[in-house]
């Protein structure tokens, strides 16, 4: 009977060992692993107060250019005589003859001097015709006036977007719009 209770004995420290082996494994994964990103706060759970960044003022002036840009409706009348009055974001898919084309887009303001800002509006859509799908990126770029608040063609895009018409259409393009998504530098 004691050898019984001897081997209960060994078998139970084995197996304490063991866990504890696998226990202080466990720990050192926990030490060396990855931070995981912790759930999002509720509005029941406490938060810790964080204090915004301040912005320049300019700052906030091109932030404010880039929601106009986004959001301003512009008049035009197209080449067929249609009128539209849609954002320019619209108006720039309207020149590929897609405006209601599903698409991602990012508009960026630089400040260029005293109320006048260069408005890139970078529109990338994807035709599903072709396998695999292909993407096409528009590129258009506009002066902004901010004491006007008018909008005025850079590249060819743009002016396709503000006028209805193709500058690189016509029988003698000018160079400076064409082609319609080449980036300009001012």
Same mark, same amino acid.
């Given at each position: 009977m004691n050898t019984r209770r001897l081997v209960a004995?060994?078998?139970a420290l084995v197996t304490c060992l063991l866990a504890m082996a696998c226990g202080s494994e466990?720990?050192? /994964?926990?030490?060396? !692993?990855?931070?995981?990103?912790?759930?999002a706060t509720t509005g029941t759970q406490a938060s810790t107060p964080t204090t915004p960044v301040p912005r320049s003022e300019l700052a906030l002036r091109g932030e404010a250019v880039e929601r106009t840009a986004d959001s301003a409706a512009q008049r035009v009348t197209w080449a067929d005589g249609t009128e539209y009055?849609? $954002?320019?974001?619209?108006? $720039?898919? /309207?020149?590929?003859?897609?405006?209601? !084309?599903?698409?991602?887009?990012?508009?960026? !303001?630089?400040?260029l001097e005293d109320n006048r800002w260069?408005?890139? $509006?970078? $529109?990338?859509?994807?035709?599903?015709?072709?396998?695999?799908?292909?993407?096409?990126?528009?590129? !258009?770029?506009?002066?902004?006036?901010?004491?006007s608040g008018a909008f005025e063609a850079?590249?060819?895009?743009a002016s396709f977007a503000l006028t209805g018409r193709d500058p690189c259409a016509v029988d003698e393009p000018p160079a400076d719009l064409c082609p319609l998504d080449k980036e300009s530098i001012p």
């Open positions: 004995f060994l078998l466990a720990n050192d /994964r926990l030490v060396t !692993a990855t931070p995981t990103a912790l759930p009055q849609e $954002i320019l974001p619209t108006l $720039i898919l /309207r020149t590929l003859g897609q405006p209601d !084309a599903p698409q991602g887009r990012r508009v960026v !303001a630089e400040w260069l408005v890139t $509006i970078f $529109i990338r859509i994807q035709d599903r015709s072709t396998e695999p799908p292909t993407p096409i990126d528009l590129l !258009a770029q506009f002066h902004y006036d901010e004491g850079v590249n060819g895009r």
